[in-house]
């Protein structure tokens, strides 16, 4: 009985330290927030995952075209998370990342020109490349990331700045 109640104790401290955060694939990066910086910058990662940027963020949404990732990185700094695509993705994979990221309101979802996977989705710190758009570890990363992980400024505004595109 005691063995019992011991094992039974540890599987449920093991289901309690899950954080969720523990997604296969996921690369994580080491930004400091703050660095606001004018003009175009370069980044290590395309699309980027956290680092200097524009003063002025992004607005959350859905985009059609691409956006710059000088404001999109400061709306990754506000706790947003940015899904990417290459602008050749099937219109069938962007229909269903509209669909599935619908209500969310920290979200940004664009084309990126340079980026070498399918789809790429951006968290401050954090990056998770995938192929196609029913990959069960997009829900698992927006889930994880919006509004939460690392990201230095948590709650902040995600609308009323920047709302145009390259």
Request: include cysteine.
């Amino acid at each position: 009985m005691k063995r019992l109640m011991l094992l039974s104790l540890t599987v449920l401290l093991a289901a309690c330290n899950q954080t969720g955060g523990d997604i296969e694939g996921v690369q994580t990066f080491k930004f400091e927030g703050g660095a606001h910086k004018p003009g175009r910058l370069e980044y290590a990662q395309r699309p980027p995952a956290g680092g200097e940027h524009n003063a002025a963020w992004q607005n959350c949404g859905i985009y059609n075209r691409p956006l710059y990732d000088e404001y999109a990185v400061h709306s990754m700094e506000h706790g947003a998370v940015w899904i990417s695509y290459q602008p050749g993705l099937s219109a069938s994979q962007v229909l269903q990342l509209k669909d599935s990221l619908a209500g969310r309101t920290y979200i940004l979802l664009s084309p990126h020109e340079s980026q070498k996977a399918p789809i790429v989705l951006s968290a401050w710190n954090k990056q998770l490349e995938v192929q196609d758009a029913s990959d069960p570890r997009i829900k698992s990363f927006v889930q994880t990331y919006e509004q939460g992980g690392e990201a230095p400024e948590i709650g902040a505004s995600c609308s009323g700045a920047y709302d145009d595109t390259v």
